[in-house]
């Protein structure tokens, strides 16, 4: 056999063997884990959860240590109870809906995770709303982040908040359009536990602020 025809079996044999190995990888999705045992995906998301969860961690505190210095009537006075009751409902009813959503993908319901993804940034806007009314609000009664300790504590704290609702509520956006796409599957949603574990986070350290802020 000449040479050219051994390079041509040699080249016929790798790629039938590159055909089987894209085959295999395609009927068992290769999961990427780490000396954890978890996706590194997931380790990521929580690694990062951590690092927000300290860094509110210190927004909190300052809030607290700076929160006596201003008079009521200058600050919390003005504060809604009954608003932020309301934007709480909300928010621990978009948790439901996450839970729900995620427990639909691994049914095989793909219908259903897109409604309730959308029910759940729906829910995420309508609490930007709430607290887009209590700000109103309590720059209508003279109280804003350049007022006062108060006003600087708790815009920051609750301002930064809801800019980690909004980009959650991006992300439920861009879940919605890949699952569309045919880019979630019963058995290929990580995507979607990912941002289910983002999104009750972020309800989580809702709670908190409300119980700090509202109720303490």
């Not at 080249?11 to 295999?24: A, F, P, T, Y």
């Not at 209590?134 to 003279?142: A, K, Q, R, S």
């Not at 699952?179 to 979607?192: F, P």
């Amino acid at each position: 056999m000449s040479a050219v025809g051994k390079l041509e079996k040699a080249g016929d044999r790798v790629g039938s063997h590159m055909e089987q190995v894209v085959s295999e990888a395609q009927v068992q999705p290769e999961h990427a884990e780490t000396t954890t045992g978890l996706d590194h995906r997931k380790l990521l998301i929580w690694v990062f959860i951590a690092s927000e969860t300290i860094f509110f961690a210190s927004l909190m505190a300052t809030y607290l240590v700076f929160r006596g210095k201003t008079p009521p009537q200058d600050g919390l006075a003005h504060l809604d109870l009954n608003v932020a009751s309301i934007n709480t409902f909300i928010l621990l009813a978009s948790s439901l809906t996450m839970v729900l959503a995620l427990q639909s993908i691994e049914s095989g319901k793909k219908g259903r995770l897109i409604g309730l993804l959308i029910l759940t940034a729906l829910l995420g806007a309508l609490f930007l709303g709430g607290q887009a009314l209590e700000y109103n609000e309590l720059i209508t009664n003279g109280v804003s982040i350049d007022t006062n300790l108060f006003g600087a504590t708790f815009f920051t704290l609750t301002g930064f908040h809801g800019a980690h609702v909004a980009i959650g509520i991006l992300w439920i956006i861009m879940l919605i359009i890949r699952a569309l796409r045919g880019g979630i599957s019963q058995h290929n949603h990580l995507a979607v536990e990912l941002g289910g574990l983002y999104w009750h986070f972020v309800d989580l350290v809702w709670v908190v602020l409300f119980t700090i802020i509202y109720l303490i």
